[in-house]
């Protein structure tokens, strides 16, 4: 940096931020406020680092979640004291669970402040406990600063971005937490008795401190166990779930074809679409369906997990029958991922070099499975797309809405889910192609909060990809201010929202039973369309109900973000029951024809 700092405030500042761009750090979030000043300025002022304007603070932490999780390198998030730093907090529990890397900078006041009254004053110090990676109440920036002190404020940032990124203090990524104080003035004000001189860093650019972290690679007994297993599986199975890891397709779907292990994709982990499925006969997603009405049949003997939880409960609870003699979890980050109990090896190593290594030693291996095991799953999945394509016909439903959504993306394009019913539609009605289409879930804490912020910070990180956010009427409504950021921070999506009204995941609880207060409590109506939402933030808007009128109007809301750099709300609405009777009637004709295909 060049520009003389004004005080000493400043100084903290623009080293700080001066090391975080060497360290890598390219874009921050910024909510405004007064007592973050001096880091604002010092943002502002950075040529290297993008800087994102949000007026809303969880709307900011959410769009740096989409921002980071899309982008899978540390974004900065920065707001004044007090509440603002509150708002953060379900951003921060999301990108915990979901191993996202933030790096929160919360202002402060002075230590004299706290706990006395001071306006704008709670204790923020480890405010956020356990969901983050590390906290530190950074230093109270001094007048006539020691040499040592101001290494430390390199030192920190270059640490900070580290533990984020997962490169120290661990291998999982997530927040990371730093609260500045700062007392007046906060502004580029000078202060003759600051002695404001900034050391010079290190020589081209480098960081300060440069922190690097080895490959971690699968050690000879792991390799052995996995192989030894493999070998003598009669029906093994691959399960890839959220997060398992961008690159894993390309080598899993060829090791799966080797060895003769479905793979079962759930449709977050980037393996159901991926280009690499192309031909391949060995890439499941119909099984949220097909194990509804296939009661028989056997589970693997042999489970290899990679990546999150299933989002299908029928698949998770097959994957953990008591038949199931060998199950694995190959991580990459070394969190735990097991609320069954069930894993006897927690393998925690880069899975992409598994799968290569393991693919070469069991390269020309002889196999003897159970191939009517194995053809049975497969006429199992091709009777459930079958009888979706018989039902597409019929009066249409959410979970048709989702499969058209899919169908109609172009190749390479991206999709944000919102949780709830809308990610289960999606598990249940996408069928796997090879388009190359990359989703993304806050499926950390599966909160529906910041559904709108975090997809389109997802989109800035995509610019150059049209990004299609799937949502329900709920979701949507709990984050509508996020829509601000479309014309703030100049992105663009296509959103699905699909309106039935209320909660109407709650229809398959058993506390349907009990209303009132079932209704009010629980569903909550609100009647609410979405179009003076889209009349506010200068959105285009359709309302359609058939099938044709959506297929037509979602092509060419997508090919007006494409060509225009429009965004479009494109609103659905159901109704739950109806469409929970069309989900039944699928699965309906799949159990059919899984009689008929286990008579024959």
């Avoid at 230093?139 to 997962?166: C, D, F, H, K, W």
């Avoid at 249940?428 to 804490?445: D, E, L, M, S, W």
Wanted: proline letters at 6%; charged letters at 20%.
């Amino acid at each position: 940096m060049t520009i003389q700092p004004a005080n000493r405030n400043l100084l903290w500042t623009q080293i700080f931020v001066e090391e975080l761009a060497r360290s890598g750090l390219q874009a921050v979030c910024i909510a405004p406020g007064s007592r973050s000043t001096p880091l604002v300025m010092a943002f502002a002022e950075h040529p290297a680092i993008k800087v994102y304007s949000h007026i809303d603070e969880r709307s900011a932490a959410f769009f740096a979640l989409g921002l980071a999780l899309a982008g899978d390198r540390p974004v900065a998030l920065v707001c004044s004291s007090g509440t603002a730093t509150a708002n953060f907090y379900p951003a921060i529990i999301e990108a915990h669970y979901s191993r996202v890397p933030l790096l929160v900078l919360t202002a402060d006041r002075p230590p004299e402040l706290r706990e006395t009254g001071a306006n704008q004053t709670v204790d923020q110090v480890k405010l956020y406990g356990d969901h983050v990676r590390w906290a530190v109440d950074v230093t109270l920036p001094e007048a006539q600063p020691a040499a040592v002190t101001l290494r430390s404020i390199r030192t920190l940032a270059a640490r900070a971005y580290a533990v984020a990124n997962g490169t120290a203090n661990g291998i999982a990524k997530g927040a990371v937490h730093l609260n500045f104080p700062f007392r007046k003035p906060l502004e580029p004000i000078p202060v003759p008795s600051d002695d404001t001189r900034v050391p010079a860093g290190r020589v081209d650019a480098k960081p300060f401190t440069r922190i690097t972290r080895g490959e971690l690679l699968s050690s000879a007994d792991q390799l052995e166990t996995l192989v030894n297993v493999i070998r003598q599986a009669k029906r093994g199975a691959f399960y890839v779930g959220s997060r398992a890891g961008d690159n894993v397709a390309a080598g899993l779907i060829p090791l799966a074809e080797s060895v003769q292990f479905p793979i079962f994709a759930d449709a977050l982990s980037n393996v159901r679409f991926a280009l690499e499925t192309k031909d391949s006969a060995w890439v499941f997603g119909g099984h949220d369906t097909f194990l509804r009405a296939d009661k028989t049949l056997p589970s693997p003997d042999v489970v290899i997990q990679i990546g999150g939880m299933p989002t299908s409960q029928a698949l998770d609870d097959w994957l953990n029958t008591d038949t199931t003699e060998y199950r694995a979890l190959i991580s990459a980050h070394g969190m735990w991922t097991d609320p069954n109990h069930r894993i006897d090896d927690f393998i925690v190593t880069d899975p992409v070099e598994l799968i290569g290594t393991l693919a070469q030693t069991l390269d020309d291996v002889e196999f003897e499975r159970d191939t009517n095991w194995i053809e049975r799953v497969r006429a199992n999945e091709g009777a459930v797309w079958d009888a979706v394509d018989q039902e597409a016909d019929g009066d249409y439903f959410d979970g048709m809405i989702v499969a058209d959504v899919i169908d109609l993306l172009p190749r390479n394009a991206v999709v944000f889910v919102a949780n709830s019913l809308p990610v289960r539609h999606l598990e249940q009605f996408a069928r796997p192609n090879a388009k190359g289409i990359t989703v993304y879930c806050n499926r950390g804490a599966s909160g529906i909060d910041g559904t709108v912020s975090s997809a389109l910070g997802v989109a800035a990180a995509n610019r150059n990809r049209p990004l299609a956010l799937i949502t329900g009427d709920l979701a949507f409504y709990h984050d509508m201010n996020g829509l601000l950021a479309i014309k703030r921070c100049g992105v663009n999506f296509t959103s699905v929202v699909i309106n039935n009204d209320g909660g109407g995941i709650f229809y398959r609880l058993p506390v349907n039973q009990f209303d009132p207060p079932f209704t009010e409590l629980f569903v909550t109506p609100h009647g609410m369309t979405f179009e003076g939402a889209a009349m506010q933030y200068g959105l285009d808007y359709t309302r359609v109900s058939d099938r044709a009128a959506f297929r037509t109007a979602f092509a060419q809301a997508l090919q007006a973000q494409i060509s225009q750099d429009k965004s479009t709300i494109l609103e659905v609405p159901t109704d739950f029951r109806a469409d929970d009777a069309r989900r039944r009637a699928v699965i309906a004709r799949v159990v059919e024809q899984v009689a008929v295909n286990t008579n024959s």
